[in-house]
């Protein structure tokens, strides 16, 4: 990798402005000064510094969001914020794209990474990557509803849902529940209970196949993956 490619990938400023760092003699390649931005580099095996501190390199960035309400699940909206733009600036220039979608007013578990493979697997209906919902619920959820999100639901559109796994937590007129589905339909849950006559009056995220959200993130908040969390969802 060209040496100013590298250093602009990890936010060091521009190609220009880059270019500029290298002539004033402040980058070092193996304690070695380095002006030439076309010099070629091995990112994980040279050591490269800038004004003595080292340059770590990492091509994908993994961020786990608790997505507030309001926000919608877009690199980019004309009319709305963006989960990306409640991101720092020295994470936007990875420019990673959420993992799927959350609705507008849903709350909870969002991915976020510039990393296209983890994507497709996490996402890909034939992989079945449970996601699980926590939901207050306009109405009292039954047994028999438990049995019908088991048998599969029928939407208002004819679009027949795979199983799901319905918990109740609490039934009342304001029921409490958790859901787990292995599909991502556009507002999936909130059409599910629909089709069994309830409204899902607020829903928040709590996982997505083995990743769950961390209970000390607050709403807007985020942070890297550690290794472990990493780990567990690059695992086929």
Request: glycine share 8%; hydrophobic share 35%.
């Given at each position: 990798m060209r040496l100013d490619k590298l250093l602009a990938n990890m936010g060091y400023?521009?190609?220009?402005?880059?270019?500029?760092?290298?002539?004033?003699?402040?980058?070092?390649?193996?304690?070695?000064?380095?002006?030439?931005?076309?010099?070629?580099?091995?990112p994980h095996k040279d050591v490269v510094s800038i004004l003595g501190e080292q340059v770590v390199y990492k091509e994908f960035i993994?961020?786990?969001?608790?997505?507030?309400?309001?926000?919608?699940?877009?690199?980019?909206?004309?009319?709305?914020?963006?989960?990306?733009?409640?991101?720092?600036?020295?994470?936007?220039?990875?420019?990673?794209f959420p993992v799927?979608?959350?609705?507008?007013?849903?709350?909870?578990?969002?991915?976020?990474?510039?990393?296209?493979?983890?994507?497709?697997?996490?996402?890909?209906?034939k992989k079945e990557v449970p996601k699980t919902y926590f939901a207050r619920i306009e109405g009292v959820v039954t047994e028999e509803d438990i049995l019908l999100f088991a048998q599969g639901l029928t939407l208002e559109?004819?679009?027949?849902?795979?199983?799901?796994?319905?918990?109740?937590?609490d039934s009342n007129a304001i029921s409490e529940i958790e859901l787990t589905i292995t599909e991502g339909k556009f507002h999936q849950v909130k059409r599910m209970f629909e089709a069994v006559g309830k409204r899902?009056?607020?829903?928040?995220?709590?996982?997505?196949?083995?990743?769950?959200?961390?209970?000390?993130?607050?709403?807007?908040?985020?942070?890297?993956?550690?290794?472990?969390?990493l780990s567990s969802i690059l695992t086929p």
């Open positions: 400023g521009s190609r220009k402005e880059v270019k500029q760092l290298l002539k004033k003699g402040a980058v070092k390649v193996n304690d070695v000064p380095v002006k030439d931005a076309a010099s070629h580099v091995e993994y961020l786990m969001m608790n997505k507030p309400p309001g926000v919608v699940s877009a690199t980019e909206d004309y009319r709305d914020r963006t989960v990306v733009d409640l991101l720092e600036p020295e994470d936007r220039h990875f420019d990673p799927g979608r959350l609705d507008k007013d849903t709350e909870g578990l969002l991915l976020l990474t510039n990393d296209g493979k983890l994507t497709h697997n996490l996402l890909s209906p559109d004819g679009f027949e849902t795979k199983p799901g796994i319905l918990r109740i937590l899902v009056i607020y829903l928040k995220r709590l996982s997505m196949g083995a990743l769950e959200l961390d209970d000390e993130l607050n709403l807007g908040e985020y942070r890297e993956l550690t290794d472990e969390e």
